[in-house]
């Protein structure tokens, strides 16, 4: 059984940043995507940003140039370090974890709000 717990969400004035993290426990493959997805209010979830377990990056083109997503293998721990954020950011950010075979498992999601 894998759990991720996400942390780092919070309130934030447009234009700051914050730094999301989310730590996988269990048993993890070495091979793999790990990734950070958002669903505002009223909308479906969408990505946001993933990375491979080699460093492979892929980002919503929303948050091209604002969010870096980076990832420490030794912690099985993923980040997104979020800048010159936006009102239209506010979401609940939700950390997965893809396995060989199509096995995905999800955090419980962690609240970002951005005021104007």
């Known amino acids: 059984q894998v759990q991720l717990v996400e942390s780092g969400g919070g309130l934030v004035q447009a234009g700051g940043s914050l730094r999301l993290a989310c730590a996988a426990a269990?048993?993890?493959?070495?091979?793999?995507?790990m990734g950070w997805y958002r669903q505002a209010p009223g909308k479906q979830r969408d990505l946001a940003a993933t990375?491979?377990?080699?460093?492979?990056?892929n980002y919503a083109d929303s948050v091209k140039g604002r969010f870096t997503i980076s990832r420490d293998n030794a912690k099985n721990t993923v980040y997104l370090q979020m800048n010159r954020l936006k009102p239209e950011d506010t979401a609940v950010y939700y950390c997965?974890?893809?396995?060989?075979?199509?096995?995905?498992?999800w955090g419980k999601g962690t609240l970002v709000t951005v005021s104007s």
């Open positions: 269990g048993t993890i493959f070495s091979i793999n995507t």
């Open positions: 990375i491979t377990s080699g460093g492979g990056t």
């Open positions: 997965r974890l893809s396995l060989p075979g199509m096995v995905t498992y």
